[in-house]
């Protein structure tokens, strides 16, 4: 039941911040203690953990005349992914202290609300539970949005909205046909994995799954809502889109296509390669001609997570392990980045290159983060990404070379970017009339947080591969070389 509790202590830890706002900052460290907690329990669940893939495992019948289940089992990267939910829940707490100064309440409550529906998403292996927690999550992130984001706020709350909920029937729709096809009617991802499909029904199933996790991850031409959302979500929200939403669609794909559609994702994956090389691309060069820094850093999102689809779909060992790491260093570098614009926007009131820059001689701390997560972002050797991406441009290599080439070329389109972006902020000379005052201890201390794990991943990453490793395995759709 521990697993339930993961999901249960962010909801409840929602509905208490909400009715104990008030004086204080109550439902600040109210937040900030139920994420605390939830990595005690997650660190208690797998230090207690037996030998074998998974961690824990809960298997209770809720409607069994229906099929539905509660059927939630966590291992290495479901761990992974919910230790992230958590402390950037907490990071999205500081990040907003001297930001979000109306409806405090509700703005707490949503960010647990949001981070229990993700928890959700990872642990759930009934589908009709897992689209349940699917269609939970835009609710409270759609409400960050609309609520405390900046400029033409309900419109990009609404696109992000449309987009995931009408994606989501696509889910929804292949779960029932999945379901309707076994012997006895069950939405059980275990016992739905044991049928025996055709490949043409595998695709058009693997199509209605994929469409939900595509406009999630927002590879190209799926992703028309991410730049706004990014743009103009308040601090913490861009923070939990890039760090734990976009991660939902990678993991859906991780998770589900190979387990259900292996023949089905065997016959599409030459196109799901070839749409993350054009994604990657095209988030990439359109990325080097942004002005605004946050809207430079959604792009290299859309960049990212496309390189992510590539790993995946290219389906042999090392291009499926660099997609797993690459999943969790994007989740730290390109989170920092939105805390570090977040809070030089809070200052300056401005994010737009051409007016900034010079931070190394009046913001020491700030050129010093800035200068580490740009070079994360270029996939500098030494860093997270570098080793998730040289992993999948490896593996690629073994699948096919021309598609190697786009993915090697991506990494030279990111050098532009992110060197474009560390100039426009820390070089030069300051633009700016009035002082930058520099990163406080809220804003220093997840940044050091978050760049530690950078570089210890990318100087050790044999203790991440190693927790990631049974996943990786049960991803594996081709033949090995």
Same mark, same amino acid.
């Given at each position: 039941m521990a697993l339930i509790a993961l999901i249960l202590l962010p909801a409840i830890g929602g509905f208490v911040a909400f009715f104990i706002a008030g004086r204080g900052?109550?439902?600040?460290?109210?937040?900030?203690?139920?994420?605390?907690?939830?990595?005690?329990? /997650?660190?208690?669940?797998?230090?207690? *953990?037996?030998?074998?893939?998974?961690?824990?495992?809960?298997?209770?019948?809720?409607?069994?005349?229906?099929?539905?289940? /509660?059927?939630?089992?966590?291992?290495?990267?479901?761990? *992974?992914?919910? *230790?992230?939910?958590?402390?950037?829940?907490?990071?999205?707490?500081?990040?907003?202290?001297?930001?979000?100064?109306?409806?405090?309440?509700?703005?707490?409550?949503? /960010?647990?609300?949001?981070?229990?529906?993700?928890?959700?998403?990872?642990?759930?292996?009934?589908? /009709?539970?897992?689209?349940?927690f699917w269609e939970a999550m835009l609710v409270p992130a759609f409400t960050l949005i609309a609520v405390w984001g900046h400029g033409d706020r309900e419109g990009a709350a609404l696109k992000f909205l449309i987009f995931n909920a009408v994606a989501g029937f696509g889910l929804l729709a292949a779960a029932f046909a999945l379901a309707s096809m076994a012997d006895h009617m069950t939405f059980n991802a275990f016992e739905l994995a044991e049928m025996k499909l055709g490949t043409s029904v595998q695709v058009w199933m693997l199509l209605g799954f994929s469409l939900a996790f595509l406009v999630k991850l927002s590879v190209p031409p799926f992703h028309a809502w991410l730049p706004e959302a990014h743009t103009l979500a308040p601090t913490a929200g861009s923070i939990l889109l890039a760090g734990i939403l976009l991660k939902t669609g990678a993991y859906g794909l991780f998770r589900f296509a190979p387990m259900l559609f292996p023949q089905g994702l065997e016959a599409v994956a030459p196109y799901g390669i070839a749409l993350g090389a054009a994604g990657a691309l095209y988030g990439g060069l359109v990325a080097c001609g942004q002005n605004d820094a946050k809207r430079l850093v959604a792009y290299t999102s859309i960049a990212h997570m496309s390189i992510v689809l590539m790993g995946i779909a290219a389906g042999v060992h090392y291009a499926v392990a660099g997609a797993a790491v690459e999943m969790i260093a994007h989740s730290f570098s390109a989170s920092a980045l939105f805390l570090l614009i977040g809070a030089l926007y809070e200052r300056t009131h401005t994010r737009d290159l051409r007016q900034l820059g010079g931070l190394q001689q009046i913001a020491p701390r700030f050129a010093a983060a800035f200068a580490l997560f740009c070079s994360a972002l270029l996939a500098l050797p030494g860093t997270a990404n570098f080793v998730g991406e040289a992993l999948v441009v490896v593996g690629i290599f073994q699948v096919n070379w021309v598609f190697a080439l786009l993915a090697l070329s991506t990494l030279v389109v990111s050098v532009i970017y992110a060197t474009r972006l560390l100039k426009g902020l820390v070089f030069g000379e300051p633009r700016l009339n009035a002082p930058v005052a520099d990163l406080t201890w809220r804003e220093y201390g997840p940044v050091l947080v978050m760049g530690l794990a950078t570089l210890v991943i990318g100087l050790y990453p044999q203790s991440l591969l190693a927790l990631l490793e049974p996943a990786i395995k049960a991803a594996l759709v081709l033949p090995q070389p």
């Open positions: 900052d109550r439902e600040r460290w109210v937040t900030i203690v139920t994420f605390t907690l939830m990595l005690v329990l /997650l660190t208690a669940i797998v230090a207690g *953990a037996p030998e074998g893939r998974w961690y824990a495992k809960v298997s209770y019948p809720w409607v069994p005349s229906f099929g539905i289940s /509660l059927e939630f089992a966590m291992d290495g990267l479901s761990a *992974a992914l919910i *230790a992230i939910s958590a402390g950037l829940g907490i990071i999205s707490v500081m990040a907003s202290w001297s930001e979000i100064r109306t409806q405090s309440g509700l703005f707490h409550a949503c /960010l647990c609300w949001t981070v229990a529906a993700t928890i959700g998403v990872f642990l759930s292996f009934d589908l /009709l539970i897992f689209a349940f």
